[in-house]
């Protein structure tokens, strides 16, 4: 069992910055990657970014330019440094790790809203 504990959320104006954090702590893992998703109200969850534990990443056009993922393998924590925040971008981020025999497990979330 993996459990993953986020932080960093909160409110921002437009134009601002935040950076989430998730760490992953249990017992005898291995972890293949680690992203975050984000689901606005109304909306399905979506892809933000994911990094393998070998440094390749994806982002989601959207967030192309504006936000970095990055992780730290030996702390197992996954972070999403978040610049030129935008309205469109308010919603609950979730954190979620593969694991290398295919479990996966998700976070409870962390609300981050931008006000315009």
């Known amino acids: 069992q993996v459990q993953l504990a986020e932080s960093g959320g909160g409110l921002v104006q437009a134009g601002g910055s935040l950076r989430l954090s998730c760490a992953a702590s249990?017992?005898?893992?291995?972890?293949?990657?680690m992203g975050w998703y984000r689901q606005a109200p109304g909306k399905q969850r979506e892809l933000v970014a994911t990094i393998s534990s070998g440094g390749s990443t994806n982002y989601a056009d959207s967030v192309k330019g504006r936000f970095t993922i990055s992780m730290d393998n030996a702390k197992n924590t996954v972070y999403l440094q978040m610049d030129s925040l935008k309205s469109e971008d308010t919603a609950v981020y979730y954190c979620?790790?593969?694991?290398?025999?295919?479990?996966?497990?998700w976070g409870q979330g962390t609300q981050v809203t931008v006000s315009s």
């Open positions: 979620k790790t593969d694991l290398y025999y295919g479990a996966s497990y």
């Open positions: 249990g017992s005898s893992f291995r972890i293949y990657a």
